[in-house]
T-cell receptor, first 114, second 114 residues
């Protein structure tokens, strides 16, 4: 059974810092990996999707990497801003399922202070 | 609308009552997912619909849970004889058929069982 772990569970940084969120998964037979953001009382917003054949994806100040063989992904946030404060969730979809049923980590709660 | 719409946003009911939660996916999205988000459990997959195919019900926690999707669009998740452990946020997501496209989430229904 696939298990997804996110470290740290919570992170507090001052504005402007660069930071890294970590995600690990136990079964490397994945179809893709996604990073989501969740604001309090809201649903999830997809940030980046990395296909299993890819190494990284970038969107603005966000960069996500994937090392499938070691079962790891990182989300790098450059020049953090208070508006980045949210919970960040990592999720993987299984290989061969034909669709993207996701297994989620429990998230990293990020607080960026002005 | 432009996004996934869920109703009601909040639902409080007494133990033993039945509840219905509704999801309107993004127009044109053929895939629809239901997830449950509980404190300490993270996000759990419940059920998946794709077009006219038989749904994947493998994540439903008990036979008190059921879901329908009428006309390939709107979906209803029904919980019969609710119990306190059913209290959670129920999230719906939709995506295009291509499983390498991200899932788009609604804001969820917060269900509280008294």
């Amino acid at each position: 059974k696939q298990e997804v772990t996110q470290i740290p569970a919570a992170l507090s940084v001052p504005e402007g810092e660069n930071l890294v969120l970590n995600c690990s998964f136990t079964d490397s037979a994945i179809y893709n990996l996604q990073w989501f953001r969740q604001d309090p009382g809201k649903g999830l917003t997809s940030l980046l999707l990395i296909q299993s054949s890819q190494r990284e994806q970038t969107s603005g100040r966000l960069n996500a990497s994937l090392d499938k063989s070691s079962g790891r992904s990182t989300l790098y946030i450059a020049a953090s801003q208070p508006g980045d404060s949210a919970t960040y969730l990592c999720a993987v979809s299984p290989l061969g399922s034909g669709y993207s049923t996701l297994t989620f980590g429990k998230g990293t709660m990020l607080l960026v202070s002005p | 609308g432009a996004g996934v719409s869920q109703s009601p946003s909040n639902k409080v009911t007494e133990k033993g009552k039945d509840v219905e939660l509704r999801c309107d996916p993004i127009s044109g999205h053929t895939a629809l997912y239901w997830y449950r988000q509980s404190l300490g459990q993270g996000l759990e997959f419940l059920i998946y619909f794709q077009g006219n195919s038989a749904p994947d019900k493998s994540g439903l926690p008990s036979d008190r849970f059921s879901a329908e999707r009428t006309g390939g669009s709107v979906s209803t998740l029904t919980i019969q004889r609710t119990q306190q452990e059913d209290s959670a946020v129920y999230l719906c997501a939709s995506s295009s058929r291509d499983s390498n496209q991200p899932q788009h989430f609604g804001d969820g229904t917060r269900l509280s069982i008294l």
